[in-house]
């Protein structure tokens, strides 16, 4: 366990012992924050310099302020797990970091070292380590982000960049249990496209996804598959979540890496857990048409998302003007992904060996 370089000044107002209680007992997603957040700041001239961990508050930002004109603008999504004998990990803290270099190279920002990453986070949990919700399928939600902080509206990359760190305590996903999700097929918009950045995890995509999120809900449904922007006919992905199709002979397929598929650290990780669980695992093509004929004919027996907001998501239905396909009843859990689900979490809780290195002790 490395110790943290960054300094550490404790807020002069902490939430108190019972409110923070309340607030963990149901915390909901993204509303409350821990009483602290970690900063580090770049520049051309100091490189990145002036890492701290201080109180949590708003930042002051000039309206000249890059990122709020340009949206040079990166983040990243981890989850803190507190394990029954009172200890806290972070689940490959290593594949964030890279993946946040590589965002980063994409928006022109500057890459931030593997090292400085993780010292940052795993300095802000210990900080705030009462924060970690710890029973059930609960966790401390990790947000680290990176935006272009120069006053100037020059369009260049920035010259002053701002990296943060933030964390948010996190109930259960499904509070009532899992629940298959609906999934509204977007034929107008499209997330991301080929020299785009759909493989970078920047608040840009998330911006273009909104209009599509918002015509799936007026459709009676949770999420939106986006499909290839050339040819409209090849599955990608959701607005923030990978696929998986489970096939009637027990091989199952994601969609390959295009350079426009977000590459989760989730659907790189179930990769692995549905090899070694015997299961033949096929990186490739998959058309709309495969989905939709296959959940007819029973073909493909189950489809799920994940993400490490949501872990495994089952998805019961596919929805489109006119038309559906359901997975049976369209609201039960296959067995593949209820034994996918676990086997995850069980190592994310402790509760399983890890055979992969995959956690990383914080406290
Ligand atoms: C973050 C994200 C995912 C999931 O990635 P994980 O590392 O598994 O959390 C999938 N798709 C998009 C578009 C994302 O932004």
Redesign the pocket.
């Known amino acids: 366990m490395s110790r943290s370089t960054l300094p550490v000044t404790r807020t002069s107002t902490p939430t108190d012992d019972a409110r923070r209680e309340q607030i963990l007992t149901n915390p909901g997603f993204g509303v409350h924050f821990s009483d602290h957040m970690a900063l580090v700041e770049w520049t051309p001239d100091e490189g990145w310099h002036d890492g701290r961990v201080q109180a949590y508050g708003p930042l002051s930002l000039d309206p000249a302020t890059a990122v709020l004109h340009y949206a040079q603008e990166i983040f990243e999504?981890m989850k803190a797990y507190g394990h029954a004998d009172g200890s806290t990990w972070l689940f490959r803290p290593d594949a964030?970091a890279a993946?946040f270099q590589r965002s980063a190279r994409r928006l022109a920002l500057p890459e931030l070292p593997v090292e400085t990453f993780i010292d940052a986070i795993e300095a802000l949990v210990r900080t705030d380590v009462g924060w970690v919700p710890r029973g059930g399928e609960t966790s401390l939600y990790v947000r680290p982000f990176m935006f272009a902080s120069e006053v100037f509206l020059g369009v260049r990359p920035a010259r002053h960049v701002t990296f943060c760190v933030i964390t948010s305590p996190a109930g259960a996903y499904f509070s009532g249990g899992v629940k298959p999700v609906s999934i509204w097929l977007s034929q107008e918009y499209t997330?991301a496209a080929p020299g785009g950045t759909g493989a970078a995890?920047c608040g840009g995509?998330y911006a273009a996804s909104l209009l599509a999120q918002q015509e799936a809900a007026a459709n009676g449904c949770e999420q939106v598959a986006f499909l290839d922007a050339i040819e409209h006919t090849w599955v990608e992905?959701?607005?923030?979540?990978?696929l998986y199709f489970v096939h009637a002979d027990g091989s199952v397929v994601t969609p390959e890496l295009t350079g426009s598929i977000?590459e989760?650290?989730?659907?790189d990780s179930i990769l692995t857990l549905l090899d070694d669980r015997g299961h033949k695992v096929v990186e490739r093509h998959l058309s709309v048409d495969e989905w939709r004929d296959g959940v007819a004919s029973g073909e493909v027996t189950e489809v799920f998302a994940?993400?490490?907001?949501a872990v495994v998501t089952p998805v019961g239905r596919l929805a489109w003007p006119g038309g559906e396909a359901r997975n049976g009843d369209g609201d039960t859990t296959g067995p593949v992904t209820a034994a996918t689900r676990s086997a995850l979490l069980d190592i994310q809780y402790g509760r399983a060996e890890d055979r992969y290195g995959w956690m990383h002790r914080v406290r």
Do not use: D, F, Q, Y
């Not at 992905?237 to 990978?242: D, F």
């Not at 994940?306 to 907001?309: E, L, S, V, Y």
């Open positions: 999504g964030n993946r997330r995890k995509n992905e959701l607005g923030g979540m990978n977000l989760g650290v989730t659907r994940c993400g490490t907001a």
